[in-house]
């Protein structure tokens, strides 16, 4: 418990890897876990690939979620769902995925990641790049997993929006949320007038029509219309008919919430490592375009090109300025020419008819293969770093309650997080005095977040003595 509780704590204080706990000073690293010193990176790292070895990380992350949840529930029941591309660097045959930093495919692994309406993490699921409407279901199954019977708003962006991930949600009883795929169908309802805003700010409204519309493959679904300055600007498709228009259309701009989450998870926790290059090499039995196929569809293509040149050359005999004798003469030629070039596409497309269209990678290819990278190492740091970014997140909050500085608040919490201090180990208790900061606001800010966790002590995970904060006297 100590090990993974220090691993979390260097994760929190900015260690991207564990190879980069090696930079901090481990004497100071490791009270923070209970621990005398932070153990060295060549202990560290076995005995975390051990305990991943020995666990279900997607058990351990429902655990924490559960208990998340159940302490401070979102103040609405709507979560958000998306991929988050990690790049491979290895020489092994790792599947490839669209790279959306560098616009470009790239040998790597995909997280799907769930948070709730709040931004914090819920759940995630890993596997190979495939597009969030593959990755959703599964997702979506760790979630359920989570919540119970409690109800499910999801909510993700047009790459999750085909009616074969509608009907996954409503299999497991959620409602969903999303834009509309380009193109836009014409509205037939007329646009009303929806007011939005919080009681302390000016009112602001928005341009709705509201309608059902039948969408192939799913059924009835609500559609929302969005104008702008008299113009269609964006359409809502979500299956629930009960919500406010204005408010559905506030939890779907909510969205960028998981967004933001991926931006400081990358920029602060490190979850763009792989953690683990160790794979698993399997037989390349993916479905994919027959090479074949593709060949004797060229051969077609080629023979329509000459039987329409062969029809040309024809017309163009007709309308040419010769003699009605030197015509005559010509125009079997161009007839044969047109025969043979027919003759030429029926046995080119008879050719190519039997050939399937699709058939597997390593019959195409004999003897393919495609590497399965190992993920329990990489699942349980993942739950780590999801963990100490859950808790930043929380703990700025909090701060920023006194504080009041919606700018600067995450970045005075992770600069907080390195203050001064010392911690005394008592047999019945955890004293932590941590030195003032130099900002008067962060300051007493600080001083009143203290006086709040005091209240309620927390406690080092697997140890029952109660920690108390103060603020070292200035000398």
Not at 29 to 35: D, K, S, T, V
Not at 135 to 158: C, H, N, Q, S, V
Request: proline share 7%; charged share 20%.
């Amino acid at each position: 418990m100590a090990l993974l509780t220090a691993a979390s704590m260097a994760f929190a204080l900015g260690a991207s890897s564990v190879e980069g706990t090696k930079h901090l000073i481990r004497a100071q690293a490791g009270p923070l876990a209970g621990l005398a010193v932070l153990p060295e990176l060549r202990t560290l790292r076995p005995r975390l690939a051990e305990i991943a070895g020995g666990c279900d990380p997607l058990a351990l992350q429902a655990s924490l979620a559960r208990a998340m949840l159940a302490a401070d529930a979102p103040a609405l029941p709507v979560y958000f769902v998306d991929d988050h591309f990690v790049p491979y660097a290895g020489a092994k045959p790792v599947m490839k995925g669209w790279n959306t930093k560098r616009r470009h495919a790239q040998k790597g692994r995909a997280d799907t990641l769930v948070t709730d309406y709040h931004g914090r993490a819920v759940c995630f699921v890993t596997g190979e790049p495939s597009g969030l409407a593959a990755t959703l279901p599964p997702a979506l199954a760790e979630l359920k997993k989570i919540t119970g019977g409690a109800k499910i708003m999801l909510g993700f962006d047009r790459g999750g929006a085909y009616p074969q991930v509608f009907r996954a949600c409503r299999q497991v009883g959620a409602d969903w949320i999303t834009y509309r795929r380009a193109p836009l169908t014409p509205c037939a309802a007329a646009p009303r007038r929806y007011f939005t805003g919080r009681p302390d700010a000016p009112a602001e409204y928005v341009m709705l029509a509201d309608e059902t519309v039948t969408i192939d493959g799913y059924g009835p679904a609500r559609q929302l219309s969005l104008f702008e300055d008299g113009q269609l600007r964006l359409q809502i498709l979500t299956s629930d008919f009960c919500a406010p228009a204005a408010a559905l259309a506030a939890w779907l701009r909510c969205r960028w919430r998981i967004e933001n989450a991926f931006k400081y998870l990358s920029a602060h926790h490190g979850i763009d490592w792989l953690c683990d290059y160790t794979a698993k090499l399997i037989d390349d039995d993916r479905i994919a375009d027959n090479p074949a196929r593709k060949a004797a569809g060229k051969k077609v293509k080629a023979a329509e090109a000459g039987l329409a040149d062969a029809e040309r050359a024809l017309a163009q005999l007709l309308a040419s300025a010769l003699t009605a004798e030197d015509k005559n003469k010509a125009i079997p030629a161009a007839q044969d020419a047109i025969t043979q070039a027919q003759q030429a596409v029926t046995a080119a497309r008879a050719a190519r008819n039997p050939i399937p269209a699709k058939i597997a990678v390593n019959q195409a290819h004999p003897g393919a293969q495609r590497a399965l990278l190992h993920a329990r190492r990489r699942g349980l740091q993942m739950v780590l770093r999801l963990l100490a970014a859950n808790a930043e997140l929380w703990l700025a909050g909090r701060l920023n309650a006194y504080l009041r500085d919606l700018d600067e608040y995450r970045a005075i919490t992770r600069h907080l997080l390195h203050q001064p201090g010392h911690i005394a180990y008592h047999p019945d208790a955890i004293n932590v005095i941590l030195d003032p900061p130099a900002s008067a606001r962060t300051s007493r800010a600080l001083a009143c977040l203290i006086e709040e966790l005091n209240a309620t002590p927390p406690r080092m995970p697997g140890d029952p003595r109660p920690i108390t904060y103060r603020l070292a006297a200035i000398s």
